[in-house]
């Protein structure tokens, strides 16, 4: 065994057991505070999802498109692509604290009754995350096995699938928390904010050089996808503030007072001020270190949005959960990385070929 390789078989060691102790926190927290346990799962569970699907989504947009961006952060993308089927795991503790989670699973006067009997209960929750998870574990496991012109058509193919399957776990996942209220606009925010994720994860993950011109057209993809996370989230806030419609504007009166209203302002001056700001700058888009850095602070501010967007229904221990579960949850996924996960689904060909 190679020292390189023992090095790695030691960070999965150590990686396992620190989600095992987070695990068994979260566990104690379950008991104590089964709500705020429940809330702080879903946080780690969608923080991490969106990078997870974010990846895969690059990867189909790239076997379409081609360019060096994706050939310098390949490895970053790929390992985390194939981790995707790791999901249907995570979502069993969601798929159990469905009663804790979501109001319409005690059927409130508020949801219409043949909204609660066709669309928002258990089974056809479970349903709908099934069917996108077990889709995008296949496209996970699938693309990198097909190259030429079928893995193109695969790619378009997946990535219509995509299209169609995230407005409905966005409405699942984070919406249906505080039905009755909607957004129309809310599928597309979550899909670009899992381009945002993905970026951010594998700016600091791939093997970049500070020298490579391709660290720019990352910098400015990661400029471009906040951007529009920006543009998206602030004109569904304008449309809601000028319709001044009562059954939308409680969402947001839950959520304007402290520790929520703090969140907020995090997650904004994280994820869209400063990285905005920095990434203008070419000497901070053009170069791996600055951009990693970028990249990080990012990190930390979808962490945040995920916490408002999903905590507020739930006691304020839900933030120690959430932040337990991001934590535990990564782990997990670091030791699944160093396990050697992305071999399971790897191809004669790069995965990139066209």
Not at 145 to 162: C, D, E, K, P, T
Not at 187 to 211: C, F, K, T, Y
Not at 267 to 272: E, G, H, K
Request: aromatic fraction near 10%; proline fraction near 6%.
């Amino acid at each position: 065994m190679s020292p390189r390789h023992q090095r790695r078989m030691a960070w999965r060691d150590a990686a396992f057991v620190g989600a095992a102790w987070f695990a068994l926190a979260l566990i104690v927290l379950a008991v104590l505070r089964p709500h705020a346990a429940a809330a702080g799962w879903l946080i780690g569970f969608t923080f991490w999802a969106q990078i997870l699907i974010g990846s895969l989504t690059l990867i189909m947009i790239h076997r379409l498109t081609s360019g060096r961006w994706g050939e310098i952060i390949a490895p970053a993308l790929q390992t985390a692509a194939a981790s995707v089927p790791v999901l249907l795991v995570l979502a069993i503790p969601v798929f159990i604290a469905l009663p804790l989670l979501y109001p319409w699973s005690q059927r409130p006067d508020a949801i219409k009754p043949d909204v609660l009997s066709y669309y928002l209960n258990a089974p056809s929750y479970i349903g709908r995350t099934l069917i996108a998870l077990f889709g995008w574990s296949a496209l996970a496991l699938l693309l990198p096995r097909i190259a030429g012109r079928s893995g193109q058509i695969l790619a378009a193919l997946g990535l219509v699938f995509h299209a169609l399957i995230i407005s409905s776990v966005a409405v699942d996942w984070y919406l249906s928390l505080g039905a009755p209220f909607t957004s129309s606009s809310f599928g597309g925010s979550v899909a670009v904010s899992a381009l945002v994720g993905a970026l951010a994860w594998a700016a600091p993950s791939a093997p970049m050089r500070e020298d490579d011109p391709a660290v720019g057209d990352v910098g400015a993809l990661l400029l471009a996808t906040i951007l529009g996370i920006t543009y998206i989230d602030f004109m569904a806030v304008l449309v809601i503030w000028y319709g001044d419609i009562p059954r939308e504007e409680i969402w947001f009166v839950a959520r304007d007072h402290l520790p929520w209203s703090a969140l907020a302002i995090a997650a904004f001056v994280l994820t869209s001020l400063l990285p905005v700001l920095a990434l203008l700058l070419s000497r901070v888009r053009n170069r791996a270190r600055p951009l990693r850095l970028v990249a990080g602070c990012v990190l930390v501010g979808l962490a945040c949005y995920d916490a408002y967007l999903v905590a507020p229904p739930s006691p304020g221990a839900a933030l120690g959960a959430a932040l337990l579960a991001i934590v535990g949850i990564g782990l997990a996924l670091v030791g699944c990385f160093a396990s050697g996960i992305e071999n399971l689904v790897s191809s004669r060909e790069p995965a990139n070929a066209r």
